[in-house]
């Protein structure tokens, strides 16, 4: 049950960062920020469960989430950046953690 819950989520990642792909048509616009609160929550949440795979189709929103995470960071509110801290440590970008951690 938690799996199915799990790909339900990166589907739905994956149905933001297509609308994205959609309405910004140009790369150097999803090159800007856009990462919600809903991509962070998504993020911290999957954060719980590596030893589930992201789906092949949820990969690419994932990665980008990941990537926005680590460029806007300094955006973000302190809820926000807690979370980012503990997600990124957890994947291993213990750098940008440690970076959030002392901006906290």
Do not use: C
Request: overall charge positive; cysteine-free; hydrophobic content about 30%.
């Amino acid at each position: 049950m938690v799996k199915n819950a799990i790909n339900y989520l990166d589907d739905r990642i994956q149905d933001d960062y297509n609308y994205l792909k959609r309405y910004y048509k140009k790369e150097e616009d999803l090159k800007k920020n856009h990462l919600s609160n809903i991509a962070i929550h998504y993020l911290y949440g999957r954060s719980f469960f590596k030893d589930i795979p992201v789906s092949k189709r949820s990969k690419e929103a994932y990665d980008y989430f990941m990537e926005q995470s680590e460029k806007y960071w300094l955006s973000q509110g302190l809820y926000s950046k807690g979370m980012m801290a503990l997600y990124l440590s957890r994947y291993d970008k213990s750098q940008v953690a440690a970076d959030i951690t002392k901006s906290l």
